[in-house]
């Protein structure tokens, strides 16, 4: 026991630092190369299943949620016109449509069509930290993203809460939690602005400028766990009250450069990349060997990425073709919404081994296809302006 957890603690040290330097290598991004080292060395009985591995990876699921909702501008998105609002909609009706339609067609289980429409904006902090947040295609991505990932996350909410107390009053119970806790976050946040406009100097109280005890980052982590509180107390989705918290930070403490830098070094560097080695660590190497895993995983990949595709096209008169397909890719990567619904429906017996892994499987082939053709349309857009 004790021999494997060392070697399991060894084996997490050198991955954390040396995935950067085989993304180099191999030129692919670096989540779906610590996805894929995570897999192979637990092939090698390397990573074994640990309770503390499996705790750690779900805090870096969640601040990987907390680093998503602190790219989320909310003045750039109350700001933002009419027409960008409604054609980030139109993107997310149309992409819906698409994939139910095309699950229903394919005759995939109810969990796969339920998960094929989900938008996470996870990944996009990564791409925001390759990029620049500043990118005009990133910036309508983390629009159509967030309302994309707000009706994603309460339908897993209900999907949760339906797997456990069934289609019943419990169920309706928890749904009334959930639009009474966004109404109550709604209430506090205008309260809160108004307070921080009335007195400006408290935010200098809270976050004060000149700190030695980094009272900054102790507020983000308290308001963290909070929110992650409030969310075991009401039975709702955890990864929700962390990008809210996220959220929370980003429109009050925005300014504050310094602190954003503090939270994503330790994210990104620590534990992010634990939970997608955890992701790896999940899928079994030798399931690639059973019938109907890869083509089902492709097939799964190849509906979700081309739905988000079409649906790309109702923004073509705003971002230009080459931007909506860019936003349409980087909105293609729901990988912690996915890994959570495959898990749900597992442990609820509500898909079989073999679904589980085409998701978890196509959640891998999604990174991997969307990053290396953002990467290379990216690049190709520098070259022609160059």
């Known amino acids: 026991m004790i021999h494997s957890n060392i070697t399991l603690i060894l084996t997490l040290s050198v991955l954390i630092w040396g995935s950067p330097f085989v993304s180099k290598l191999i030129r692919l991004p670096i989540p779906p190369v610590e996805i894929a080292l995570g897999s192979l060395f637990a092939y090698f009985g390397l990573i074994t299943n640990n309770q503390y591995f499996n705790l750690i990876a779900e805090v870096g699921f969640l601040y990987l949620m907390f680093l998503a909702g ?11 016109s009419k027409i960008v609002i409604q054609k980030s909609i139109l993107f997310i009706f149309i992409m819906t449509f698409f994939a139910v339609t095309m699950g229903m067609i394919f005759r995939l289980n109810m969990i796969t069509i339920i998960s094929m429409p989900l938008i996470s904006i996870g990944l996009l902090a990564s791409l925001s930290k390759s990029y620049g947040k500043d990118e005009p295609w ?76 980094d009272q900054d980052i102790r507020l983000a982590m308290a308001l963290f766990f909070i929110m992650i509180a409030v969310m075991f107390s009401l039975e709702l989705e955890l990864a929700l009250g962390a990008f809210i918290a996220g959220i929370a930070i ?35 190497l030798k399931s690639l060997a059973v019938e109907g895993v890869v083509y089902g995983a492709l097939l799964i990949t190849a509906l979700m990425i081309l739905s988000r595709i079409f649906a790309g096209v109702a923004l073509r008169k705003i971002n230009g073709s080459r931007d909506a ?8 990567m729901p990988l912690t919404l996915l890994v959570a619904v495959a898990t749900i429906g597992y442990e609820t017996k509500a898909i079989d081994i073999l679904s589980y892994y085409q998701l978890i499987l196509a959640s891998i082939f999604e990174i991997i296809i969307s990053m290396t053709a953002i990467k290379i349309l990216h690049a190709k857009r520098k070259t022609d302006k160059g």
Do not use: C
């Open 70 to 80: 602190m790219e989320v501008d909310l003045k750039q998105i109350t700001k933002s």
């Open 325 to 332: 397909l860019m936003i349409a890719l980087s909105l293609s």
């Open 138 to 213: 990133l910036k309508m991505a983390f629009i159509a993203g967030i309302l994309g990932e707000i009706i994603s996350i309460a339908a897993l909410t209900v999907l949760d809460a339906a797997s456990t107390s069934g289609f019943g009053t419990e169920l309706l119970i928890k749904v009334g939690y959930l639009l009474a806790f966004i109404i109550a976050v709604y209430l506090i946040y205008r309260l809160l602005h108004l307070l921080f406009w009335w007195y400006p100097e408290l935010k200098n109280t809270l976050v004060p400028k000149l700190d030695t005890s």
């Open 250 to 284: 980003s429109a009050f403490f925005h300014h504050e450069k310094q602190l954003e830098a503090k939270i994503s070094s330790l994210g990104f560097g620590f534990l992010v990349p634990l939970f997608f080695i955890h992701v790896g660590a999940s899928f079994d």
